[in-house]
């Protein structure tokens, strides 16, 4: 089997906001179905499905209730197996999330954990309070906080005991020291893989194994994190998913790892450890905050550029992406969505699909999205934006603060709907859509961008094909040539083939003068004299093999 993985484009689908066929205000299968010659004439090669199963979605489909089900909003088994089948006739490959950290508090098996004597009661991780003190109040089992900003732990009347949850209370922890959840996680795979799927990407894969219930040592956030973070109980786990699962079938792993170094990261997805096939890491996406996401800094290439250097050179792999369900729309974050929107757009496409690895670009990226207008909380659907504003509000953040941090980092920027046409809610939906469309598909959308060929989308679809076309760019090695303030130089080479990439993040003009052919330019330029417009892209082909 080859590593097909690693030659072709992917594609995230936030479902719910991608294409409603049925009128009821929420993407379905069908529309994704309908969508699919446009993302082949894109050149896509693999499409990432963000959850589709069963799920009273507290966290959009993060919070499963049965694995082998989809959700009526989504449509149904025969839609999912015809979107395989249809996909795979397209040579487009279809991967799922696989979110098995936690499942839905109303999974069969959670319902049946409440009960004490129950076999599935060790599916979870359930303890009992900690004496409390004078007072004898319950206290909680540790001190761990979760992700989405609140405690840990929830108390279940009917079995007198805490449930642990990484994430909200309807997104019970799985038990993983139980090796019968891991046999139940493992026939999942199975029965998707067997329907013809070609992998998972993992949701946070990375803490599924908890080393200890200890307390942990206090921090702002994520206290506790030191008992599950990349724990050895993780590693063997993946060592078994790879070896008695995954090799059995033409398939990858991507893994969502949080909280990784080079280091870690390596451990994880070095092809010698037969565990993950790629990670997503986040350092690149944190070099704009301070402590948490929420927290904003100043945007500064360098340290952007520099990151994304560092793990060109520490992993021989990389999933590289600037954008997905969780994250602001880049345009917005890392370009100029206003006087360089679609400069900037472009450079940035230039960046992520010419660096070493498999890029990932996110649905609405491809024509430049940008964030959402919010004005109001009531806007927000998002649980992790109204938790934080909850934990904010009760620390006395003040309310500018507050509202700028959900306006700004919110992960429902990235959620509201795929902009087809200027047309009644951007072509999404004839009804009412689920989260506000963006007012500004009536200039940012695919069907007039299509119809540009000096449109983002139509730089995109050139930038894809000369990827797909060419063997240095997918699969050469990676070289940062030069990183200063607002401009990132770096080659990429096999053999005595070389391209130079050069990208320039500053809104006026600069100069980086270079022999060599031009290959493409985000300004359609026909030859390249070394001086760069504001945001300016340029591959260039060298002969210079030095
Ligand atoms: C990471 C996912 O990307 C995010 O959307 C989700 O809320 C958490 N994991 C919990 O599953």
């Known amino acids: 089997m080859t590593n097909w993985w690693r030659d072709k484009v992917a594609y995230q689908i936030y479902p719910r906001s991608f294409q409603d066929t049925n009128s009821d205000g929420i993407g379905d299968l069908r529309g994704i179905i309908k969508r699919l010659p446009y993302l082949k004439e894109l050149g896509?090669?693999?499409?990432?499905?963000?959850?589709?199963?069963?799920?009273?979605?507290?966290?959009?489909?993060?919070?499963?209730?049965?694995y082998r089900d989809i959700h009526p909003d989504f449509g149904t088994m025969n839609d999912m197996d015809e979107l395989?089948?249809?996909?795979?006739?397209?040579?487009?490959?279809?991967?799922?999330?696989?979110?098995?950290?936690?499942?839905?508090?109303?999974?069969?098996?959670?319902?049946?954990?409440?009960?004490?004597?129950?076999?599935?009661?060790?599916?979870?991780?359930?303890?009992?309070?900690?004496?409390?003190?004078?007072?004898?109040?319950?206290?909680?089992?540790?001190?761990?906080?979760?992700?989405?900003?609140?405690?840990?732990?929830?108390?279940?009347?009917?079995?007198g005991e805490y449930y642990l949850h990484l994430f909200s209370k309807k997104q019970p922890d799985l038990n993983y020291r139980n090796p019968a959840v891991i046999e139940e996680v493992k026939s999942i795979m199975r029965f998707w893989l067997d329907k013809g799927i070609s992998g998972f990407r993992f949701d946070v894969i990375n803490v599924i194994y908890k080393n200890s219930l200890e307390n942990g040592r206090k921090r702002f956030i994520l206290t506790g994190r030191e008992h599950y973070v990349s724990c050895e109980g993780t590693h063997e786990i993946l060592r078994d998913f790879r070896r008695t699962v995954l090799s059995e079938y033409d398939c990858f792993s991507v893994g969502e790892s949080v909280m990784v170094t080079p280091k870690t990261a390596a451990d994880l997805a070095d092809p010698t450890r037969h565990e993950l096939d790629m990670l997503f890491s986040f350092e690149h996406m944190e070099t704009d905050t301070v402590i948490v996401k929420w927290f904003r800094r100043r945007f500064a290439p360098k340290r952007f550029c520099e990151t994304i250097a560092k793990w060109q050179n520490a992993l021989e792999w990389n999933a590289n992406y600037l954008e997905n369900h969780d994250q602001p729309r880049s345009v917005s974050r890392f370009g100029d969505d206003l006087r360089f929107h679609e400069e900037s757009a472009k450079m940035l496409a230039t960046l992520l699909l010419c660096l070493r690895g498999t890029p990932f670009i996110y649905q609405g990226q491809e024509i430049g999205m940008t964030n959402f207008d919010f004005t109001s909380m009531e806007q927000i659907e998002d649980i992790e934006s109204h938790n934080v504003y909850r934990l904010a509000s009760r620390l006395h953040f003040p309310e500018r603060f507050r509202w700028n941090m959900i306006r700004l980092v919110g992960r429902d920027n990235a959620r509201t709907p795929m902009q087809w046409s200027a047309g009644h809610c951007g072509g999404f939906t004839?009804?009412?859509?689920?989260?506000?469309?963006?007012?500004?598909?009536?200039?940012?959308?695919?069907?007039?961008?299509?119809?540009?060929?000096?449109s983002i989308l139509s730089y995109y679809k050139k930038l894809i094909s000369l990827r797909n076309?060419?063997?240095?760019?997918?699969?050469?090695?990676?070289?940062?040539?030069?990183?200063?303030?607002?401009?990132?130089?770096?080659?990429?080479?096999?053999?005595?083939?070389?391209?130079?990439?050069?990208?320039?993040?500053?809104?006026?003009?600069?100069?980086?003068?270079?022999?060599?052919?031009?290959l493409l330019s985000t300004y359609n330029r026909k030859d390249f004299d070394g001086s760069l417009m504001p945001y300016e892209a340029v591959l260039i082909r060298r002969e210079d093999l030095t």
């Not at 896509?44 to 049965?66: A, F, R, T």
């Not at 799922?96 to 319902?111: A, L, Q």
């Open 430 to 454: 004839s009804g009412k859509p689920w989260i506000g469309v963006n007012e500004n598909h009536i200039k940012i959308n695919v069907e007039s961008q299509t119809a540009n060929p000096d």
């Open 44 to 66: 896509i090669g693999i499409l990432w499905l963000s959850p589709v199963y069963q799920s009273p979605n507290d966290d959009n489909g993060y919070d499963i209730s049965d």
């Open 469 to 518: 076309g060419s063997e240095v760019l997918r699969s050469g090695e990676f070289k940062a040539i030069r990183i200063s303030k607002d401009l990132f130089v770096y080659d990429r080479y096999l053999d005595n083939e070389k391209i130079t990439v050069i990208v320039s993040f500053s809104k006026t003009f600069s100069r980086y003068p270079i022999k060599g052919e031009l």
């Open 84 to 159: 395989i089948e249809l996909a795979r006739h397209l040579d487009i490959r279809i991967i799922m999330d696989m979110v098995i950290n936690h499942t839905s508090d109303e999974h069969e098996w959670f319902k049946e954990s409440r009960n004490p004597a129950s076999p599935y009661r060790d599916y979870y991780i359930w303890r009992p309070g900690k004496k409390g003190g004078l007072s004898g109040k319950r206290k909680l089992p540790n001190n761990w906080t979760s992700f989405f900003a609140e405690d840990c732990w929830e108390y279940d009347e009917q079995s």
